[in-house]
């Protein structure tokens, strides 16, 4: 055998060998796939990295999105709304804080409104160590956050019913109402304001902590779900009578002089009336408080009432009829002013008092059928009714006209053709409180 013969033969043996050597196998197989599980373990560590980054540039970007929008909210912060966002951006940067960019903020329009969210966008650019090793170039990580805000909005309304729950206000049959000033009910129920279609009320705000039912006349003026809603006189006590330990005063009518010069009239002064008050001839108020305690307080005969700088305070269950049922008769009732409370035990709170025609006690609880106003287009009654236990049921053929009437009652019912209009601007009605600011993330 040659010996080119003899080297084939044994390289065909040592070939033989090799391939029947499991040991060989193992290693040729460890060999070729160690760069695929070295790679894929690089490639996993550093998307894992990636994966933190995007994480905590989003969540810097959120909370640059609400802090600039909470800013936006306010008018008393608005223009700094960009350094707010940044604030809040560099606040929540910790891993990605050395190769962050800036963050951009912009104004944005949402839903149809103008410049109402704020869009936040950031990037963060850095060297991986695999993938970097590979691309010969830094990974980059971009986020985007978007936050629409709604300011807050400041209520005020003349006809306020403050029961927390139920049907706070109800206007039916063919009543009429004008109250420009503005409408407003506690009650965060459904139908908290019902307004039914055959009724009128023609009004600038309808506000309410749950849901009206109106006709489409009233619904552009509508706010629902308006958790701020207040009755700000909760905390004020009513005033009592600083003589009330003494005997009740009394109403009587006297009549003075003879034939066609004869004349009926009563002149109550201001005091502590058990039993109420029956309005029975021509009547003449002095200025100062009346408390009513127990019964009724009647005006609505077919007599003139005057009562100039007068309150009126409802307690023991005490009832109010309001108006005159004849069409002669004349009511003109103004409340005390500001002044009137000066050198009393009240005087503190003298600002507040001023402008209440009718203070009920809370804990006065009227029997049914509660309080009711009737009257006609005579009467001039202004100042504030303010009911916080007793219902106020306007009914009939009630023409109710003044300057500036406001009743704010635990519920108010507006019923049968009962005509009612105040003409009580808004910047003078009653404070219902206010909604807080609306902020949230949108995208």
Not at 55 to 82: C, F, I, M, T, V
Not at 83 to 104: D, K, M, W, Y
Not at 231 to 240: A, K
Not at 287 to 302: M, Q, R
Request: glycine fraction near 10%; proline fraction near 4%.
């Amino acid at each position: 055998m040659s010996g080119v013969a003899g080297m084939r033969l044994k390289t065909c043996k040592w070939l033989k060998a090799l391939a029947s050597d499991k040991g060989g196998n193992m290693a040729m197989i460890v060999a070729f796939g160690m760069p695929a599980l070295i790679g894929s373990a690089g490639l996993a560590v550093d998307v894992s990295q990636w994966y933190v980054w995007k994480r905590e540039l989003q969540h810097s970007a959120d909370q640059a999105a609400l802090g600039a929008a909470w800013a936006l909210a306010s008018p008393a912060s608005s223009a700094n709304y960009k350094a707010r966002a940044l604030q809040e951006f560099n606040a929540n940067q910790a891993i990605t804080a050395g190769f962050a960019s800036t963050p951009t903020v912009n104004l944005a329009s949402y839903t149809g409104g103008t410049d109402n969210s704020v869009i936040v966008t950031a990037s963060a650019s850095k060297r991986l160590p695999f993938s970097g090793f590979l691309m010969g170039s830094p990974a980059t990580v971009t986020v985007r956050s978007q936050a629409s805000f709604a300011a807050g909005k400041k209520y005020s309304a003349c006809l306020i019913a403050i029961s927390k729950t139920g049907t706070g206000i109800d206007v039916g049959g063919n009543a009429n109402v004008k109250a420009q000033c503005g409408l407003a009910a506690l009650s965060c129920d459904s139908d908290a304001v019902q307004i039914d279609g055959s009724a009128t009320v023609r009004t600038d705000s309808i506000a309410t902590c749950g849901t009206a039912s109106v006709p489409d006349a009233n619904k552009g003026v509508v706010t629902e779900h308006v958790h701020g809603l207040e009755d700000v006189y909760d905390d004020l006590p009513p005033p009592d009578d600083e003589d009330k330990d003494k005997s009740s005063e009394t109403y009587s009518c006297n009549t003075t002089g003879t034939g066609n010069n004869k004349t009926t009239i009563a002149t109550p002064v201001p005091g502590t009336y058990k039993g109420g008050i029956v309005v029975k001839c021509t009547t003449v108020l002095h200025s100062g408080i009346y408390v009513i305690d127990g019964g009724v307080l009647d005006l609505s005969a077919n007599y003139n009432v005057t009562g100039t700088n007068v309150m009126f305070v409802l307690k023991h269950g005490a009832r109010l009829k309001l108006g005159g049922e004849g069409n002669n008769n004349k009511i003109t009732l103004t409340p005390m002013e500001a002044s009137d409370f000066y050198g009393t035990p009240y005087a503190a709170q003298a600002d507040r008092y001023a402008g209440i025609l009718i203070f009920e006690d809370r804990d006065n609880n009227p029997p049914q059928p509660g309080h009711q106003m009737t009257g006609n287009s005579n009467s001039l009654i202004e100042g504030l009714i303010y009911l916080p236990s007793g219902e106020m049921s306007i009914l009939g053929t009630a023409d109710v006209a003044a300057q500036c009437l406001q009743i704010s009652a635990y519920k108010i019912h507006v019923k049968g053709n009962a005509s009612l209009e105040t003409l009580c601007p808004t910047a003078d009605s009653t404070s219902v409180g206010a909604s807080g600011a609306v902020v949230k993330l949108v995208a």
